[in-house]
T-cell receptor
Framework: DAKTTQPTSMDCAEGRAANLPCNHS???????VYWYRQIHSQGPQYIIH???NNETNEMASLIITEDRKSSTLILPHATLRDTAVYYC???????????FGAGTTVTVRA | DTAVSQTPKYLVTQMGNDKSIKCEQN?????MYWYKQDSKKFLKIMFS???????INETVPNRFSPKSPDKAHLNLHINSLELGDSAVYFC??????????????FGPGTRLLVL
C-alpha cells in the first residue's frame, strides 16, 4: 500500500468546516483512499472512501485531486463530537487489511 | 444493538497467565479481524478469519491463538502473557474480505494490562 502523510494535529471551530489534508503521492491506479476516525476510547469508525471522483455521504465529503496524489476530507459543520483521530488509508481494492498510520488528531473547539 | 461486541472491556493480569478475549458480531458478516493498538496508538492487524477459516496471520507470536467457533465469533486466546502484550485489542468485521467499499466495523476494544 502507498504511504500517506497527514498533519499531526489540527484545531477547528465548532460549526465551521474542517478540512483534513492527506498526501499519497505514490498511490497506484488500483488503490482507493479510505478515511476512518477513532474517537477517544472507541474503536475506529468508517467515514468515506473514493477512487478518483469526489464523494459525499452523510458524514463527510472526500475531494481527491485529479492526479490522485492528495485528498481532503471535509467535515462540513464540525461539532464537538467530531473530536477524534482521523486516519487516511490507501488500500488496494482486494486487500484484506487496513494499514493505519498515525493520523491527524482533530480537536473541535467551542 | 451493538454490532461488534467484545468482552471483557478491561483485563488486568499477571505475567505468565493465560487469558481470552471474546468477540461477537451480529451483522451477519463473513470476515472478522483482530487488531492491536499499542501505547503509541498505532493500530496493526493481527489476524483475519473468513467463514471460520484463518486467512491472515501477520507474524504474530504463536502465543496468540485465534479461534472462530462460528462466523459470528472470533475469540483471541493469549498464552504466557508478557509485559509487551499490554495494549488495546480491537475486533472488527466486514461483509467480505475485500472489495470496493468493503468497510470494517470495529468493536469497542479490550484494554489489556499485564503486570
Amino acid at each position: 500500500d502507498a504511504k500517506t502523510t497527514q498533519p499531526t494535529s489540527m484545531d477547528c471551530a465548532e460549526g465551521r468546516a474542517a478540512n483534513l489534508p492527506c498526501n499519497h503521492s505514490t498511490i497506484s491506479g488500483n488503490e482507493y483512499v479510505y478515511w476512518y476516525r477513532q474517537i477517544h476510547s472507541q474503536g475506529p469508525q468508517y467515514i468515506i472512501h473514493g477512487l478518483k471522483n469526489n464523494e459525499t455521504n452523510e458524514m463527510a465529503s472526500l475531494i481527491i485531486t485529479e492526479d490522485r496524489k492528495s485528498s481532503t476530507l471535509i467535515l462540513p459543520h464540525a461539532t464537538l463530537r467530531d473530536t477524534a483521530v482521523y486516519y487516511c488509508i490507501v488500500r488496494v481494492v482486494d486487500d484484506y487489511k487496513l494499514s493505519f498510520g498515525a493520523g491527524t488528531t482533530v480537536t473541535v473547539r467551542a | 444493538d451493538t454490532a461488534v461486541s467484545q468482552t471483557p472491556k478491561y483485563l488486568v493480569t499477571q505475567m505468565g497467565n493465560d487469558k481470552s478475549i471474546k468477540c461477537e458480531q451480529n451483522l451477519g458478516h463473513d470476515t472478522m479481524y483482530w487488531y492491536k493498538q499499542d501505547s503509541k496508538k498505532f493500530l496493526k492487524i493481527m489476524f483475519s478469519y473468513n467463514n471460520k477459516e484463518l486467512i491472515i496471520n501477520e507474524t504474530v507470536p504463536n502465543r496468540f491463538s485465534p479461534k472462530s467457533p462460528d462466523k459470528a465469533h472470533l475469540n483471541l486466546h493469549i498464552n504466557s502473557l508478557e509485559l509487551g502484550d499490554s495494549a488495546v485489542y480491537f475486533c472488527a468485521s466486514s461483509q467480505d474480505m475485500a472489495g470496493v467499499g468493503e468497510t470494517q466495523y470495529f468493536g469497542p476494544g479490550t484494554r489489556l494490562l499485564v503486570l
